[in-house]
Nanobody
Framework: QVQLVESGGGSVQAGDSLSLSCVASGRALRTYTVGWFRQSPGKDREFVAAIRRTNSNPYYGDSVKGRFTMSRDNAKNTVYLQMNSLKPEDTALYYC???????????????????WGQGTQVTVSS
């Protein structure tokens, strides 16, 4: 079983950048598909990005494509989310999630992930 801890959130101005980290413990993160999701009050959890365990190419949600970059460092058991050109609508609690095996069509669905971190808050003001 893997444990996930996110960090790097904060309060920034529109147009600024932030880098989130998700550190795993308990098991090697390279054996998991890892995703980033976000949730704002009153809204469903939204897919942000994911990297499958068998493929190093990330997949992105439409709202962040071209602005966010997800990467993984297996040696550090860590995944990252570099967020550029932040907008007020990016304000949310950001979660890291992992699952041992997801097919491509399941990557964007939060309920398919078994393991979750506690989240890190990102607030973007205009």
């Amino acid at each position: 079983q893997v444990q996930l801890v996110e960090s790097g959130g904060g309060s920034v101005q529109a147009g600024d950048s932030l880098s989130l980290s998700c550190v795993a413990s308990g098991r090697a993160l390279r054996t998991y598909t890892v995703g980033w999701f976000r949730q704002s009050p009153g809204k469903d959890r939204e897919f942000v990005a994911a990297i499958r365990r068998t493929n190093s190419n990330p997949y992105y949600g439409d709202s962040v494509k071209g602005r966010f970059t997800m990467s993984r460092d297996n040696a550090k058991n860590t995944v990252y989310l570099q967020m550029n050109s932040l907008k007020p609508e990016d304000t949310a609690l950001y979660y890291c999630a992992a699952d041992e095996g997801l097919i491509l069509s399941s990557l964007r669905t939060a309920s398919h992930y078994d393991y979750w971190g506690q989240g890190t808050q990102v607030t973007v003001s205009s």
